[in-house]
C-alpha cells in the first residue's frame, strides 16, 4: 500500500513542520521575554522611587537637586504667591467695610464715598502746583506751564488717596477688623553671624548687604536708628552677600570684616568700610585696619590667606537659599524686606512683630 495516501505529507515533510514548530516556540519565548522586559522598564518608568523626578541612563536627578538649583526662584515665586493673597484679602476686607457701614447708614456704598472721600477733596491751587513743581523741577526737567495739568491730577490723587485712607483706618478700627493670615516668613540661619542686640530679643533682622553697595550704605543709619529706637527689642545680624559681578572689590571688604570680628572689631570695620566705599582696595583695607587699632600682623596675614572666603561664601548661599537676589535684602523676624527700605516701613514690620509677642 502507498504510504502517501494514507499521509498528505512524507516523512521528510514532518520533519521540516517539526523544526518550524520548534523555531516558532523559540520565538514565542523570546518575544515573551522582550514583552516581561518592556513591561518591566515600563513600570519602573511609571513608579519612580520617591524623590526620583528623572533618570539619565544610570543616573538619577533628585527632587533635592532640582530644588537646590531652583531655591532663588521657588523663594521668589512663593513670595509672590503670599503678597497675591495679602493684597486678594485686604481688597475684600475693604469691600466688606464700605458694605457693613453703608449698610448701617442706610446709604449705597457709592453715596458713602461720596460723603466720605470725594467730599473731602478741594481744588488743587496755582499756589499748590508751584510750590510741587519748585521742588521737583531738577528731575521734571520741563517748564511748569507744560506740566501743569499732570501736577495738578497728581496732587488731586495724592489728595483722593489720602482721604480713602483716612476713612479705611477708622473703619477698621470701629468694626474691629481682624485678618488671620499669617505673614510668609523664611527661616535664615543668624548663629555665628556679626550681631548687635540681646540674643533672645523678641525680633532679629537678618540683613544680607555687600560693602560696595550703595544702597547698602544708604540703610545703615536707617538700622542704627532702628537699633537706637528700639534697643533691647532688637538684634541685627548682618550676613554677607558680595554681588561679584558688579562689585569686585565686595568680596575682600567682606572678608576683611570678618577677620575685623577676629579681633572684636567687626561694627567698627563695617562702619569704616560703608563710610569709604571708595577704598576698598587689599592695601586700603589694611589701612582702615591699622586706623581701628587692629593687630596689623594679624589682620594682614588673616585677609592675605582667604581665611574667610568659604564662609562668605557660605553666607552668599544662605542668601541665594532664601530667595535673596539683589543687596540689600532684610528679614525681620523671617520676614523678607527688599532694598534700601526707609525706618517707617521696617518700624511697621518691627511693631507688628512686637505685637505678635505681646511686647
Request: glycine share 8%.
Amino acid at each position: 500500500m502507498d504510504n502517501t495516501s494514507r499521509h498528505p505529507f512524507p516523512r521528510w515533510g514532518w520533519a521540516v513542520v517539526s523544526v518550524v514548530a520548534v523555531l516558532a516556540g523559540l520565538w514565542l519565548i523570546s518575544e515573551t521575554a522582550v514583552f516581561a522586559k518592556k513591561e518591566k522598564k515600563a513600570s519602573a518608568d511609571a513608579v519612580p522611587a520617591p524623590g526620583i523626578m528623572a533618570m539619565v541612563g544610570e543616573t538619577a536627578i533628585t527632587e533635592a537637586e532640582l530644588k537646590e538649583v531652583l531655591a532663588s526662584d521657588l523663594k521668589r515665586i512663593e513670595r509672590e504667591r503670599h503678597e497675591l493673597l495679602q493684597q486678594g484679602l485686604e481688597n475684600l476686607i475693604t469691600e466688606k467695610l464700605l458694605e457693613v457701614e453703608a449698610q448701617a447708614r442706610g446709604v449705597a456704598v457709592e453715596e458713602l464715598i461720596a460723603q466720605e472721600v470725594e467730599s473731602k477733596i478741594g481744588d488743587v491751587t496755582e499756589e499748590e502746583v508751584a510750590a510741587f513743581y519748585e521742588t521737583q523741577k531738577d528731575r521734571i526737567n520741563r517748564p511748569q506751564e507744560q506740566v501743569a495739568d499732570q501736577i495738578r491730577q497728581y496732587l488731586g490723587g495724592q489728595q483722593r488717596q489720602q482721604a480713602q485712607q483716612t476713612l479705611l483706618a477708622s473703619l477698621r478700627e470701629k468694626h474691629a477688623v481682624q485678618s488671620f493670615l499669617e505673614p510668609m516668613r523664611v527661616e535664615v540661619d543668624a548663629a555665628g553671624a556679626p550681631s548687635k542686640g540681646p540674643d533672645n530679643a523678641p525680633v532679629t533682622i537678618v540683613e544680607f548687604s555687600d560693602f560696595q553697595c550703595p544702597f547698602c550704605s544708604r540703610v545703615v543709619p536707617t538700622l542704627d536708628r532702628v537699633t537706637s529706637t528700639y534697643g533691647d527689642k532688637v538684634r541685627l545680624v548682618f550676613r554677607q552677600f558680595p554681588l561679584h559681578q558688579i562689585h569686585p572689590l565686595a568680596q575682600k571688604a567682606a572678608e576683611a570684616s570678618l577677620c575685623a570680628a577676629d579681633q572684636d572689631k567687626f561694627w567698627e570695620m563695617h562702619d569704616a568700610l560703608f563710610a569709604d566705599q571708595g577704598g576698598l582696595g587689599v592695601g586700603q583695607l589694611k589701612e582702615k585696619a591699622g586706623g581701628l587699632g587692629l593687630d596689623r600682623q594679624a589682620f594682614d596675614d588673616c585677609l592675605d590667606s582667604d581665611r574667610h572666603a568659604e564662609r562668605v561664601n557660605q553666607d552668599l548661599q544662605a542668601g541665594v537659599e532664601a530667595g535673596v537676589s539683589g543687596t540689600p535684602a532684610m528679614f525681620v523676624n523671617g520676614r523678607f524686606l527688599s532694598g534700601a527700605q526707609p525706618f517707617e516701613d521696617i518700624a511697621k514690620v518691627i511693631d507688628e512683630e512686637l505685637r505678635r509677642a505681646g511686647g
